[in-house]
Nanobody
Framework: QVQLVESGGGLVQAGGSLRLSCTAS????????MGWFRQAPGKEREGVSC????????YSADSVKGRFTISRDNAKNTLYLQMNSLKPEDTAMYYC???????????????????WGQGTQVTVSS
């Protein structure tokens, strides 16, 4: 059974940093495009940052460009999201996701996702 397990969320003050990790099991990471999505209360789930199967290319939403960096280590079957200069509006549940169609990383859309993690909460206080 495929599992994506996120870790690294928590409570941080505005301006602080967090690093999210996502470890995959029963799934070979380099077969998939990967991404991070988030959902705040009362809002739709949105793509934050997505990355190609080999890590050479990535997409980031305008709201996080210059602050968040996505990366992957296929040998460790792990995906990362380094989040710097956090803002209260970054508060949300963050989800790791895998897309079987490896070309979809450039769109970072929920409709393209094959597998989802359970999520990790990120709360940024002002």
């Amino acid at each position: 059974q495929v599992q994506l397990v996120e870790s690294g969320g928590g409570l941080v003050q505005a301006g602080g940093s967090l690093r999210l990790s996502c470890t995959a099991s029963e799934l070979t990471l380099d077969d998939y495009a990967m991404g991070w999505f988030r959902q705040a209360p009362g809002k739709e789930r949105e793509g934050v940052s997505c990355i190609s199967w080999n890590g050479d290319s990535s997409y980031s939403a305008d709201s996080v460009k210059g602050r968040f960096t996505i990366s992957r280590d296929n040998a460790k079957n792990t995906l990362y999201l380094q989040m710097n200069s956090l803002k209260p509006e970054d508060t949300a549940m963050y989800y790791c996701a895998a897309a079987w169609d490896r070309g979809t990383w450039r769109y970072c859309r929920t409709a393209d996702i094959t597998y989802w993690g359970q999520g990790t909460q990120v709360t940024v206080s002002s």
